[in-house]
């Protein structure tokens, strides 16, 4: 009878955490938000805003490449899956914060990718920011002086992003990393909303 009784009871917490997992999953995103998402990005030719690294290391597509959404994955931290240059599918972990919402993943994929040709966002930063840093975003330039969310258009969100305010000053550091070069860093550092000084 104590075996039995043992038994039922491993069953029971077994069945109970299968449970909390599943409510988990519908508490980080409901069904038709999922649905929603797939709807909304799966088909989607889209341009690389950083770098995409395969989760299972079959390789890295490059910034401002040409790739089309074949696949999201929105349980645990969060995946997407393109198809990219030689029709080669990457896998990219999003690294999501948990619980995870429409807004966290659509903000994630915003991050991620450009959904407007080269071209057309070149003509749209030109009305927005001048030649001179339009032509800079286009290449993927930096210069002192430039405003930080044109900065960021140039060379995508950073790996990590530090900041402190000092007599009312804010002085951002951004650090870019490339799993292809592990020593080398990039560097941006900005002072009240301007880049200050960077480094390639």
Same mark, same amino acid.
């Given at each position: 009878?104590?075996?039995?009784?043992?038994?039922?009871?491993?069953? #029971? @917490?077994?069945?109970?955490? +299968?449970?909390?997992?599943?409510?988990?999953?519908?508490?980080? &995103?409901?069904?038709? !938000? /999922?649905?929603?998402?797939?709807?909304?990005?799966?088909?989607?030719?889209?341009?690389?805003?950083?770098? #995409? @690294?395969?989760?299972?290391? +079959?390789?890295?597509?490059?910034?401002?490449?040409?790739?089309? &959404?074949?696949?999201? !994955? /929105?349980?645990?931290?969060?995946?997407?899956?393109?198809?990219?240059?030689?029709?080669?599918?990457?896998?990219?972990?999003?690294?999501?914060?948990?619980?995870?919402?429409?807004?966290?993943?659509?903000?994630?994929?915003?991050?991620?990718?450009?959904?407007?040709?080269?071209?057309?966002?070149?003509?749209?930063?030109?009305?927005?920011?001048?030649?001179?840093?339009?032509?800079?975003?286009?290449?993927?330039?930096?210069?002192?002086?430039?405003?930080?969310?044109?900065?960021?258009?140039?060379?995508?969100?950073?790996?990590?992003?530090?900041?402190?305010?000092?007599?009312?000053?804010?002085?951002?550091?951004?650090?870019?990393?490339?799993?292809?070069?592990?020593?080398?860093?990039?560097?941006?550092?900005?002072?009240?909303?301007?880049?200050?000084?960077?480094?390639?």
């Amino acid at each position: 009878m104590g075996k039995r009784t043992c038994l039922f009871a491993l069953i #029971l @917490i077994v069945v109970l955490a +299968g449970c909390k997992v599943i409510d988990n999953i519908r508490k980080d &995103i409901p069904i038709h !938000d /999922m649905d929603s998402l797939k709807d909304h990005y799966s088909g989607r030719t889209a341009w690389t805003r950083s770098l #995409l @690294i395969d989760s299972k290391g +079959g390789g890295i597509i490059d910034r401002d490449t040409k790739v089309m &959404i074949v696949g999201l !994955d /929105m349980h645990w931290s969060g995946a997407v899956t393109v198809k990219g240059p030689g029709r080669k599918r990457i896998r990219h972990h999003l690294n999501l914060e948990r619980p995870i919402t429409k807004e966290i993943f659509e903000e994630k994929m915003g991050r991620l990718f450009w959904f407007k040709k080269p071209e057309y966002r070149y003509r749209m930063n030109l009305r927005r920011y001048g030649k001179k840093t339009a032509k800079a975003i286009f290449n993927h330039e930096i210069f002192k002086g430039m405003k930080r969310q044109a900065a960021l258009e140039s060379w995508g969100y950073p790996d990590e992003m530090k900041s402190t305010e000092l007599g009312g000053v804010l002085e951002e550091q951004w650090i870019f990393k490339d799993p292809r070069q592990q020593t080398k860093k990039r560097y941006v550092w900005l002072r009240d909303g301007l880049v200050d000084k960077y480094e390639e």
